[in-house]
């Protein structure tokens, strides 16, 4: 079985220079590079089953990094971005960062060890510490989905979420709630950020005062969202209304609500941004702001693949796209 000696001793360089090439972690000319593959092609050498894309220098393979997996907003992506490279002859392997920056490191090496041709990825953080990290991370065409990360140059296709925020807003303030409550996601991240943005936009639209003590944070977790619900409906001034700003932090309220036996709509009312796919079968279902997500995620590919098919340098170009209101159950006016 060959190693990677082997391969150092045939190219005539160090076994670390080999690993730089593999990897893609350190700087190494174009010389390095096609002395190392000769070699890696001469004496076999095929680490994790890439022997086409090392021999070669081609990769087939895409890259899609999500915050998780298990949540049906984000397998529904993967679905559909698989299904769009596969049509393309080119093969999907999915990771979840956790909202973890260390492990999309972990995740980020991983793929460059598999040789992706390109990077679909919902970044976990947007400050311009974590762009300047992520620039000597990331070493072949990549598009961010949904999120930015300033400092990055790569084209960004999102949601505009401060509108979707004043959206779900502005239908309950619509409606005469004047206390409405917000579990709110991630502090400092642009999603969550925006979103709440948003959240105070509609309330200064309509002349109505924010109550801070209504904003709490649920960061995107389901039972972190549901605790928080918890505290804000057991206060003896609760809100008349609750928006949850992601999919499965609306399950965390609708969990809540039925533990403490509070009958919505007629006693609160709720609202979710981003839809759920079982929404038919919620009692009662939920009244969302959702988001064009799996026509974002075709776009994301499909410049992906023109990116590397064409060669094509990366703009750093924004496309934003519109959320829209579905009003079902669980809103009314306050009792």
Known sequence: MTTIKDVARRAGVAISTVSAVLNRSAPVSEEVIEKVNEAIGAVGYV?????????????QLIGLVVPNIANPHF??????IENI???????????????DSER???????LRVQR????????TRSDAEHGSRLVGQIQVPTILLDMFVEGLPYTVIKTDNIEAGRLATAHLLGLGHRRIGIIAGIAGLATSDDRLGGYLKAHAEHGVPVEPGLQVAGNFDQAQAHRRAIEL??????PTALIAISNMMTLGVLFAVRELKIKVPAELSILGIDDLDFAAV????????ATPILF?????????????????????AWEIHQPHLVIRESTRAPG
């Open 47 to 59: 680490p994790h089953g890439a022997a086409r894309s090392l021999r070669s220098g081609n990769s």
């Open 75 to 80: 397998a529904a992506v993967a679905r559909e």
């Open 85 to 99: 490279c596969l049509t393309a002859g080119y093969m999907t392997v999915v990771y979840s960062t956790g909202q």
């Open 104 to 110: 999309e490191s972990q995740v980020l090496k991983m």
């Open 116 to 123: 992706v041709a390109g990077l679909v990825i919902i970044p």
């Open 233 to 238: 409906l057991q206060r003896r001034d609760r």
């Open 282 to 289: 919620l009692d009662p279902a939920p009244t969302v702001v």
């Open 296 to 316: 974002m995620a075709r776009r994301a590919v499909e410049m992906l693949l023109t990116e590397i098919t064409q060669k094509e340098a990366a703009t750093g």
